[in-house]
């Protein structure tokens, strides 16, 4: 007997999402320790050329949101690319989500946005 319980469906919005950036652009104050380490986790995922691939392969996916099955194709054993998944997913830049035996990965339009606004020169 399974005390397995499911889980409500939750529906996605159509409604545009506003970017809730995690720091301030570096142009308008500097920033603190905490800011500082978070964003530094954010680049650091992406400052392999595996990650960024994968990065770019999901963002850039019709819908925002990629099989691991249609991104899998990075030069890399399957092994390599769920750790390299699993580090974007920890550094917050990736969600995902399991369909059957397939993992669905998404990155959140305000994780992008958020991204960009910390970049912007104001």
Partial sequence: ????????????????????????????????AEE????????????????LRLFSAVASHQGGEAC???????????????????KLKEAGLLTSERRGTWVYYRVEPSVLAAMGQLLAVR
Wanted: aromatic content about 2%.
């Fill in 1 to 32: 007997m399974s005390n397995a319980k499911a889980l409500p469906l939750l529906e996605r919005s159509e409604a545009p999402v506003t970017a809730v950036p995690c720091c301030p652009p570096l142009s308008e104050r500097p920033l603190t």
């Fill in 36 to 51: 500082a380490e978070r964003t530094a986790r954010m680049f650091k995922a992406l400052g392999d050329p595996v990650r």
């Fill in 68 to 86: 691991v099955c249609d991104i899998s194709d990075v030069g890399v054993s399957q092994p390599t690319v769920s750790h390299h998944l699993k």
